[in-house]
């Protein structure tokens, strides 16, 4: 009954920036904490950033300092501003979340988007 679908990946040379957004629709209250993980070729998924629905964050260490995660309520969409990307930044990017349904609840289930291919090469 959710959709998530990522956008904005692509290639960016070192030092450069990249914004990623993910756009979530179906049928549900609101959407409630957010992340962002990814995943690089042979490597587990890794979690990269975190937002609840107060808007507090929280962030890998690999990235503090360069990552920016928000959200828009309003158009039930979370982004990662990235900052001064380095190859090692090279992954897949997926967000994931879990609804909360009309009854005010959290869904019994999370949902994941479909992943966007960052590349960071020169």
């Known amino acids: 009954q959710v959709q998530l679908v990522e956008s904005g990946g692509g290639l960016v040379q070192p030092g450069g920036s990249l914004r990623l957004s993910c756009a979530a629709s179906?049928?549900?209250?609101?959407?409630?904490?957010m992340a962002w993980h990814r995943q690089a070729p042979g490597k587990q998924r890794e979690l990269v950033a975190t937002?609840?629905?107060?808007?507090?964050?929280n962030y890998a260490d690999s990235v503090k300092g360069r990552f920016t995660i928000s959200r828009d309520n309003a158009k039930n969409t979370v982004y990662l501003q990235m900052n001064s990307l380095k190859p090692e930044d090279t992954a897949v990017y997926y967000c994931?979340?879990?609804?909360?349904?009309?009854?005010?609840?959290?869904?019994?289930?999370?949902?994941w988007g479909q992943g966007t291919q960052v590349t960071v090469s020169s």
């Open positions: 994931n979340t879990v609804p909360i349904r009309s009854s005010g609840r959290n869904s019994p289930r999370d949902y």
């Open positions: 179906g049928s549900f209250l609101s959407i409630g904490a």
């Open positions: 937002i609840t629905t107060g808007g507090s964050t």
